[in-house]
């Protein structure tokens, strides 16, 4: 990876290298992931408090590829770009989608993979994912995601109660508990992360959506680096490519997924 030339081309993006780059600066050793840690399959803790999921190993296999350190640093996903741009890590890692209100703030990497977003509810309640089956009901989504963007765009103004949380996981508590009548997150996270666990055998998918004319849900999900930071974004992509040529990507997502979820989304 001529990781020299890559170490003067990155030095200047990396944390610690905020200023012009002295003649003694370290090389490039190190890359550091914000992550919400909340979201399984993608990313969780497990029970010893290690950095589990899908995204974590693509992380790390972003990282072999640049023959760099790989860190991981815990972030709640509302904070996940205002902390990036404080300089606390150097992407985000955290089953972000392009969209272009995020595009303002952040560059995004090519295309990581793809998911619909998807609205649950407990089994027999009769819930659609329309203003008319869900008014008056009360939808949690996680703070700073698409799905909240999407229910205060379509459903909020017409009495459809929007009930923001830190993480996916307090979602699923309150769901639990009866507080709250349906959930909108990714659908595969929804699915492997909830659906398909003991807590979630009274819930059901309701639908995927797909009218989304003001474009809240954006596109695929990427890994977002700061602005003008191109010779990072430019390596990183150079990483997801090589995964896919030599069959890297396929191997990791079969350890989670039976399906393409490169390309599970029909948006």
């Known amino acids: 990876m001529k990781k020299l030339l890559a170490a003067a081309a990155l030095a200047a993006t990396i944390v610690g290298f905020a200023g012009p780059v002295p003649a003694q600066a370290k090389a490039f050793t190190e890359l550091k992931f914000g992550v919400d840690a909340t979201y399984p399959p993608f990313e969780s803790l497990s029970p010893s408090g290690q950095f589990v999921g899908f995204d974590m190993d693509l992380g790390r296999a972003i990282c072999d590829y640049l023959k760099v350190k790989c860190v991981f640093v815990s972030q709640t996903f509302s904070g996940i770009i205002p902390a990036l741009e404080a300089r606390k890590f150097d992407a985000i890692l955290s089953s972000m989608s392009k969209t272009a209100e995020r595009e303002k703030a952040v560059s995004f990497s090519s295309q990581m993979y793809d998911e619909p977003t998807s ?90 959506i797909t009218d989304d004319p003001k474009a809240v849900l954006g596109s695929y999900v990427a890994i977002g680096v700061r ?41």
């Open 227 to 267: 602005k003008n930071e191109e010779a990072l974004l430019a390596k990183i992509d150079e990483a997801i490519a090589a995964m896919h040529k030599d069959g890297t990507y396929d191997k990791l997502q079969s350890k989670y997924f039976n399906f393409n979820i490169y390309q599970a989304s029909a948006n």
């Open 119 to 208: 609205l649950i509810a407990k089994k027999g309640s009769g819930i659609t994912a329309t203003v008319d089956g869900l008014k008056g009901k009360a939808v949690g989504v996680e703070a700073g995601t698409i799905q909240e963007s999407y229910a205060n765009a379509y459903w909020k103004p017409f009495g459809v109660k929007v009930v923001s949380y830190p993480g996916q996981d307090q979602v699923y508590a309150d769901l639990l508990t009866g507080r709250l009548d349906a959930s909108l997150q990714d659908s595969v996270e929804a699915d492997y992360g909830f659906l398909k666990t003991p807590k979630g055998a009274d819930y059901m998918l309701v639908a995927n």
